[in-house]
């Protein structure tokens, strides 16, 4: 069964920087970060389309990066300049032939 692993999360000061792993499997269409922040919808933090694009949530644009290793089918979230507003648990995300897939989650915190 496919499954996304995630890594990278933990604890970091204000201003501070984490980098995000998720490793996945073959044939991904396309792959990204997702988070959630107690009391709040799951929103998108940045995705890498099918066609390439990348797209990210204005309040990361700047700041975070996200890139890829196909060969690893492993996806990276550099996250720069964090925020107390960044604490949320970040999904990896994933989609092949129509179908999502979603990773545990990883929780990363941000002490202002």
């Known amino acids: 069964q496919e499954q996304l692993v995630e890594s990278g999360g933990g604890l970091v000061q204000t201003g501070g920087s984490l980098r995000l792993s998720c490793v996945g499997f073959?044939?991904?269409?396309?792959m990204g970060w997702y988070r959630q922040a107690p009391g709040k919808q799951r929103e998108l933090v940045a995705l890498?389309?099918?066609?390439?694009?990348?797209n990210y949530a204005d309040s990361v644009q700047g700041r975070f990066i996200i890139s890829g290793d196909n060969a690893k089918n492993t996806i990276y979230l550099q996250m720069n300049s964090l925020k107390p507003e960044d604490t949320a648990v970040y999904y990896c995300?994933?989609?092949?032939?129509?179908?999502?897939?979603w990773g545990r989650g990883t929780q990363v915190t941000v002490s202002s």
């Open positions: 073959g044939s991904i269409f396309s």
């Open positions: 890498i389309a099918g066609n390439g694009n990348i």
């Open positions: 995300y994933a989609r092949r032939s129509w179908q999502d897939y």
